[in-house]
């Protein structure tokens, strides 16, 4: 203990900060994929599949059809705090891309090994690169760090390895490769209900058939029923708050809602603010207590809810996974869609006494 009272402040060394910051960014698998999703997505894919070994532990792959990068910049694709999407600070207060702070690749190079394959429109052949700690780094040991020229299709391929190799407490936190696939497939399966113009699979190495393979041809309540079965669609009420309907400047929503005659015996509550898939425990609370007044106690629900609002009122940027949001007028914001949850509910219930009465 006295040792600690003689010991001086000294800064950090660069990879240890690095490693610290990776490891707030990148906890599991699924925050590894949901940061190359939504990369694709900004990048404009209209296809992305992923491919899992392991859970994603030993190898997870993102493919997508999107813009490439361009050659120049592949020595900062993995640095931190270098993106092509910021570039005042002012800027995070509209922000219309999924990514902002060029933490992701950084932090996932930090932890695992990172193999990217890359071609724009236009360009004759794709390239090759590889990353070790935020640097281009040679593809085997006698090669040079820089970028191959290599075949290829428009679009990225992010190759991920060995996740945590070099941070082993935490590595051997996360033994269950099933359960961070279950995780993974979860994540997708949302993102594919939600991302209307974009097909989405999702497989494990080896696997012929995909677990999941949601085309953007199909209606988002196609899309739920594949993923979710018959029983959850089977009730499921359209809601929606138009513009101007509440005090909220620009604030829409849609959904799908279950009414109070949902079989089905897991809620899900699916919940997307500005096309990012995030987590509000407030809301949650909100619809919880709407759909008590109407279920038998223990009854479960369906909620897909697709929240805009204006960038300016919406703040990414409270936590490193970047799942949870704060926002202006939440309190308009809920009591509006809990109105709307009771006026859709109460239809069912008055429906159904009219039934009775016929
Ligand atoms: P951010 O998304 O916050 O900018 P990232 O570390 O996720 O930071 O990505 C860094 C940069 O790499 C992005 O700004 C983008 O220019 C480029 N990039 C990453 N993934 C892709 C992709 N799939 N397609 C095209 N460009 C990409
Ligand atoms: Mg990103």
């Known amino acids: 203990k006295d040792e600690y009272k003689t010991r001086r402040i000294r800064p950090l060394d660069p990879t240890v900060v690095n490693k610290i910051a990776a490891g707030e960014v990148i906890e599991r698998p699924e925050n590894a994929v949901k940061e190359l999703l939504e990369n694709a997505l900004d990048a404009g894919s209209t296809s992305i599949e992923v491919l899992l070994k392991d859970g994603g532990l030993k190898l997870l792959q993102i493919s997508d059809n999107g813009s490439g990068i361009h050659y120049d910049d592949l020595p900062y694709l993995c640095q ?31 932890v695992a090994k990172v193999t990217i394959t890359t071609k724009r429109e236009g360009d004759v052949h794709a390239w090759r690169a590889f990353y070790v700690d935020g640097k281009l780094a040679p593809l085997s040991p006698s090669n040079s760090p820089a970028p191959q020229p290599c075949a290829g299709k428009q679009g990225t ?45 999702c497989k494990k190495v080896g696997e012929t058939v995909a677990s999941v393979s949601l085309s953007s041809r199909l209606s988002t309540k196609d899309k739920i029923r594949h993923v979710y079965g018959t029983l959850a669609v089977k009730h499921l009420k359209v809601l929606n708050i ?28 699916i919940l997307f603010i500005n096309n990012r898939l995030v987590e509000s425990i407030e809301l949650k609370t909100a619809i919880d207590e709407t759909y008590s007044k109407f279920l038998h106690k223990g009854a479960s629900y369906f909620v897909y809810l697709s929240l805009v609002m204006k960038p300016e009122q919406l703040d990414v940027n409270v936590h490193p996974s970047k799942r949870i949001v704060h926002f202006l007028y939440d309190h308009e914001i809920f009591s509006a869609i809990s109105e709307k949850l009771v006026d859709l509910l109460q239809t069912t219930d008055e429906q159904r006494s009219y039934a009775m009465q016929t």
């Open 157 to 201: 391929v992010i190759t991920v390895e060995d996740l945590f190799y070099n941070v082993p407490g935490r590595k051997a936190a996360l033994k269950h490769g099933s359960e961070e696939y279950r995780r993974v497939l979860n994540l997708v399966q949302k993102y594919a209900i939600h991302s209307r113009m974009v097909s989405f699979t």
């Open 80 to 110: 931190r705090f270098s993106t092509s999407k910021l570039e005042k600070f002012e800027d995070l207060q509209q922000m219309r891309t999924f990514g902002f702070r060029g933490e992701a690749l950084a932090s996932i190079s930090h």
């Open 242 to 269: 138009a513009e101007g309907a509440t005090n909220v400047e620009s604030f829409h929503a849609d959904g799908l809602i279950s009414s109070a005659d949902y079989e089905d015996k897991k809620s899900v509550f």
